[in-house]
Each structure stands twice: as C-alpha cells, then as structure tokens.
C-alpha cells in the first residue's frame, strides 16, 4: 500500500477535529461522555439499518437485532467503564482511573489504527485478509506492537491516579484494543462488502462515517470490559 501524502493530511486534519470534539466529552464529565456515546450509538445504529437493508431487504429487521449486540452493548459496556470511579467509595486520586480507562481504549483505538498504516504504507507486503485487501501483516503487526508499547508505557506514567489497576494492565488492554480493534475493522469491512458500499457514512473525510471510525471500539470495548471486570476489579474487591 503506497503512502499517499493527500490522504495521509486529510486523515489527519479530520483525525484532529474527531479528538478535541472527543477529548471535550471525554474529559468534561460522565454526563458529557454520556451524551457524547449516545449520540455515537445512533449514529452508528442509523448507518447499521441502512447497511442491512442494502444487504438484505426483506429481512433488514431481523438482522438489525444483531446491533443490540453489535452497537447497544458495547456502549453501554463502555460508559460503565467511565462509571466505575463514581460506583466505587476509591481514593480520590483512584477516581481519576473512571476518565484514564475510556481514555486508554480510544486511545490504542487511534494508535493502532495510525501506526498500521503508517507501518503498512511504508513496508506493507503481505496481504493480511481479502475482506479488507488494503490491511498487511507487517502494518497490523507493526500497529499493535507500538500500540502496546506507546499507550502500555503511557498510561503507566498515572498508575498512582489509576488505582486499582497495575502497570502491566495497561499493557495488557492495549493489547486486547490492538487485536480485538483490527477484528472489529474487518467484521464491518466484511458488512461493508456485503452491502456493496464503500464507507458506511460520510461524516469524516477521509474516515467515513460513525461505523468507520467506531468499528474497532465497538469489537474491544466487550473484551475490555470483561478483563476489567474479572482481574482487575475481581482483585480489587
């Protein structure tokens, strides 16, 4: 996959105004970071209907109960994980860990994502999967490594802010975002093809739409959620 300065700018610019409209629901307050999901979900619900209708018509509703899983879930499964510092009597310093866990996911969401192309624009050879022919091993691989690495050494600058969570947990959820993130880009790659279209919206140049920009979340965040819940917190309490 050649690197393409044009796109590379326009990915970037529309990547840019994405993170503060992001970084100001995130970080303002849970109600912000709620509202800001919710907008998120129908969004995504809204490109999903018309996804599945492309595909198949007579049975578009039946097939739309898939997004409770697919859309519904994983936002509701992601604004607990903000929820955690306001549910638990922590330290105050240990609520802090409420805005640093979203911050973590979406964070390795947009590392991995830009550093996989980047790799992949750059020494990308092997194909890595025919539902999404631009993705290569050595992009993929090479994303979720300084995924891991960047966001890994990253978030453990703040593990006095982020009790209970330990240093390696960091490394370990960048590393369910990388790999789980890149799956969830290719089941809406593999939607994306069965409908014939080639974004599922148009609300960021360069990205596409909500789907586009959300796809690897909505796959990791479950996955997070539950290694949270089941060794982090399990410890915890």
């Known amino acids: ?50 996804l599945m209708n492309k595909i198949d018509k007579q049975n578009f509703l039946l097939r739309c109960c898939w997004g ?18 306001l549910n638990m009597n922590l330290p105050l310093k240990g609520n802090i860990y409420g805005l640093l866990l979203p911050l973590v996911i979406i964070g390795s969401m947009w590392v991995n994502d830009t550093m996989a192309y980047l790799v992949g624009s750059f020494i990308g050879k092997t194909p890595f999967s025919k539902i999404s022919p631009k993705k290569t091993w050595e992009g993929t691989i ?23 969570f330990r240093n390696y947990d960091w490394f370990i959820i960048a590393a369910l975002c990388a790999v789980f993130g890149t799956t969830g880009d290719l089941i809406e790659s ?15 140049p360069g990205h596409g739409g909500f789907l586009d920009r959300f796809d690897s979340l909505l796959i990791a965040t479950p996955f997070v959620w539950l290694y949270v819940k089941l060794f982090v917190l399990q410890n915890f309490l």
């Open 190 to 204: 593999k939607i994306k093809r069965m409908a014939n279209v080639k974004d599922s919206g148009n609300i960021m």
């Open 1 to 50: 996959m050649a690197f393409n300065v044009q796109t590379f700018k326009t990915r970037a610019l529309s990547a840019l105004l994405f993170a503060v409209i992001m970084l100001a629901g995130l970080l303002w307050s849970f109600w912000t970071f709620t509202l800001l999901f919710i907008i998120i979900h129908f969004g995504c619900w809204y490109e999903f209907i018309k």
């Open 68 to 85: 409770l899983i697919y859309i519904t879930l994983p936002v509701i499964l992601l604004i607990d994980l903000r929820a955690f510092g």
């Open 142 to 164: 090479g994303g979720a490594i300084l995924c891991i690495i960047v966001i890994g050494f990253a978030a453990s600058l703040y593990t006095e802010y982020s009790f209970p």
